[in-house]
Each structure stands twice: as C-alpha cells, then as structure tokens.
C-alpha cells in the first residue's frame, strides 16, 4: 500500500510530533535505541532459552517450537522482498530515530513477526513468561514504529502473523 503525497505529509507530520517529543527527554533517543536493540537481542535469547529447555525436557516438543517459526519466517521474509513495501522514511519527509541502512520490504514487520511468535511460543513451557514477552514484544513493535523505520500497518501485520505462528507451533508441541 502507497501512500499519497497528503497522506506523506499527514504521516510525517504526526510523526515528527512522536519524535520530538522523545528527544525533548535527556537521553530520549538513546533510550529508546537501546530498548529496539536490548529487546531484539532479549528475544533471541528466549527463543534459545525456550528451544533448550524443551530439548532438554521433552525433546518431541522442541520440532514444532523451531520447525513451525523457522518455515512461517522464511515465508515472511519472501513474501517481504516480493511485496517491498516503502519503509516510512523513504516516502515521507521525516528523519528516522533508529538509522537503517535498507530500504524496502517494510511489510510485515519481521521484527513484531519474530517477537510475538517467539512470545506466543512460550506458552508451551510458561505463560507467565509468554505474558510477560508479549509486553515486550508490544514495547519492540512501539519502539520500531517510534523510531521511524516501520508504519504501525508494519507492526500490526507483523503482531498478528507472529501470534498465529506461536500459537500453531504451541498447539503442536503440546499436543505431543
């Protein structure tokens, strides 16, 4: 989906008031690149905390808990570089939080997809847990939108995909 050279301009100018609002706040922009960085990096560590512990306890539940994701992220990723949706600063006149050198394939967000399956996933071992990842998979998708490389679409897609992935993957697992 494309945006109009008004709805650029709407975008930009709602965001730039986000934006500004962070950087009035001393450290604002450092802080919120280090949560888009801490939660990315924390997330990959769950997945191979949660991968282990299954492998360690029960291993039959481990196949669906990486097989599942492994085949719905390959998906994504393909279907982003097909789609190559525009990524908000490059159709709109605003100056990203968060530097990223691509450009593109924006839609869905492999970030809120990763995050939620990752989060959803953990159902299978822990829901305390799992709750606890999906808020920071919230606080991840806020962050990405916040920073200006993804549109909130991005992330909405991203969450939803993410859920229904996690939830496939925790369904098989418990079901073995």
Not at 55 to 66: D, N
Not at 107 to 127: D, E, K, N, V
Not at 150 to 158: L, M, N, S, W, Y
Request: glycine share 12%; proline share 6%; charged share 15%.
């Amino acid at each position: 989906m494309r945006l109009t050279d008004e709805g650029a301009r709407a975008y930009a100018a709602r965001y730039d008031r986000w934006a500004r609002a962070i950087e009035r706040c001393p450290g604002g922009t450092r802080l919120l690149r280090g949560v888009n960085h801490g939660l990315t990096l924390a997330f990959y560590g769950a997945y191979g905390v949660l991968l282990g512990w299954m492998a360690l306890g029960t291993p039959l539940r481990a196949v669906p808990l990486a097989a599942v994701p492994g085949v719905a992220f390959l998906l994504v990723s393909w279907y982003r570089r097909r789609a190559d949706a525009p990524r908000p600063y490059e159709c709109c006149p605003l100056n990203p939080l968060i530097a990223r050198e691509g450009k593109g394939r924006s839609f869905p967000s492999r970030h809120g997809f990763s995050s939620f399956t990752i989060a959803t996933c953990w159902f299978a071992a822990s829901a305390p847990v799992a709750v606890g990842l999906l808020v920071a998979a919230a606080a991840l998708g806020a962050c990405r939108v916040l920073g200006g490389v993804h549109f909130p679409r991005d992330i909405v897609a991203g969450t939803a995909l993410g859920v229904a992935t996690g939830a496939l993957a925790c369904a098989m697992a418990l079901a073995m």
